[in-house]
Antibody, heavy 122, light 112 residues
Framework: QVQLVQSGAEVKKPGASVRVSCKTS????????LHWVRQAPGQGLEWLGWINPNSGDTNCPEKFQGRVTMTRDTSIDTAYMEMSSLTSDDTAVYYCAREGLAEPDCNWFDPWGQGTLVTVSS | QSALTQPASVSGSPGQSITISCTGTTSDIGTYNYVSWYQQHPGKAPKVIIYDVTNRPSGISNRFSGSKSGNTASLTISGLQTEDEGDYYC????????????FGTGTKVTVL
């Protein structure tokens, strides 16, 4: 079955960077866009961007441009999200999520990874 | 682009129906039929229950239904069950390159 398995929890100091991985299985990796979403403690969901695993093209919201980098390694069916210049406001659970269909107009996410808690604290 | 607006909480008794609203703008919900709804239980990842306004993924109960009118989308849960308790988020495509997708503020559903 389709699975997205993320890397483990991280604790980082302010100003540092963090890289979260998303290992996929059960489907053709390059056929489905992957998205990244985060959720601060007790808060709602926030979209961080997508990567096209086939081309490596990415898109992220203006507020994260220059701070979020999404990459992939097609040899191991794994996507990565790196965020730099971390502050306490970046403390959150970070999720990867696959698009539901391998179609150009698919704008929903299914399934999701289990989440990775990133804690930023001095 | 702000988050879509949802009520903070909605409650109902078992067997009742409840509706959660999700208000956006002409830039998102009002223009695109790309509204999805996600259910999230405590400590778990979100799960899609409605996509493209009205469609249910395979395996999702037909007690969940979606609709849209103007800039507002709605999720209705019929025959409320205890396992429906959790948080629900709407989500929309915006077509705006500065922020392609926006989530709702989230609604906590309580089964009385």
């Amino acid at each position: 079955q389709v699975q997205l398995v993320q890397s483990g929890a991280e604790v980082k100091k302010p100003g540092a960077s963090v890289r979260v991985s998303c290992k996929t299985s059960g489907y053709p990796f390059i056929d489905y866009y992957l998205h990244w979403v985060r959720q601060a403690p007790g808060q709602g969901l926030e979209w961080l961007g997508w990567i096209n695993p086939n081309s490596g093209d990415t898109n992220c919201p203006e507020k994260f441009q220059g701070r979020v980098t999404m990459t992939r390694d097609t040899s191991i069916d794994t996507a990565y999200m790196e965020m730099s210049s971390l502050t306490s406001d970046d403390t959150a659970v970070y999720y990867c999520a696959r698009e539901g269909l391998a179609e150009p107009d698919c704008n929903w996410f299914d399934p999701w990874g289990q989440g990775t808690l990133v804690t930023v604290s001095s | 682009q702000s988050a879509l607006t949802q009520p903070a909480s909605v409650s109902g008794s078992p067997g009742q129906s409840i509706t959660i609203s999700c208000t956006g703008t002409t830039s998102d919900i009002g223009t695109y039929n790309y509204v999805s709804w996600y259910q999230q239980h405590p400590g778990k990842a979100p799960k899609v229950i409605i996509y493209d306004v009205t469609n249910r993924p395979s395996g999702i109960s037909n007690r969940f239904s979606g609709s849209k009118s103007g800039n507002t989308a709605s999720l209705t849960i019929s025959g409320l069950q205890t396992e429906d308790e959790g948080d629900y988020y709407c989500h929309s495509y915006t077509g705006t390159n500065t922020l392609l997708y926006v989530f709702g503020t989230g609604t906590k559903v309580t089964v009385l």
